[in-house]
């Protein structure tokens, strides 16, 4: 299905993941998987600006492109039955996010340490505040218990109503382009969330920690 897919392209894409009304019981109960990239590294990192802010050699394109490809079909034979429930979609949901995980280190794997460290710095340009769920970037700025379960707080409800407006359109109650930009304002709002949960002094390190400004 192209919903779940499409989050994950735009979670990484920030001018490209959510405000839903009423989501079921059982879509409370779902759990938002807390991993180091929250989105997608082989589809970031094979974009024009990034592979070239990043230096690929050619043998390195051509690996993230097969990469992304792969990556694709498989979510795309993933997600190809709809999702009528909560539940199902939930299910799917892990699944998905697991073959993102996976696929995220075999990106990772082809880079050199000076590319992983500039890919960090643009995944903190490019995702804002969403990635402060990634366990690296709270003991970077020394968050709290306190901070934590706040980032935490914010990021269930984030994925909750992700899962909503995903479901949503599974059952055609909202077209995609609506479901895009529903994912969109809703990764941008809980983002902007996360961060005023840090002081001044660790945004200003977070902001210090982007690097040069990534060129489009």
Known sequence: MKSLISRLVVALLSFTLVTAHAASPASKEASAPVRENPGSLPILISL?????????????????????????????????????TPEQLAAAQKKLEQLSVDYNQRAIDVLTPVQRRRLRQIERQVLGGTLLIAPSEQKLLGLSQEQQQKIEKIHQDSYQKAMSIDLYADQGKMSYHQQILALRKNRKNHGAKMLKVLT??????WETQQGKKLLF
């Open 200 to 205: 001044r002094e660790q945004r200003k390190l």
């Open 48 to 84: 024009d600006h990034v592979s070239k802010d990043l230096q690929l050699t050619s043998l390195q394109k051509s690996v993230i492109a097969g990469l992304r490809s792969d990556y694709r079909a498989a979510a795309m034979k993933l997600m190809k039955t709809p999702h009528q």
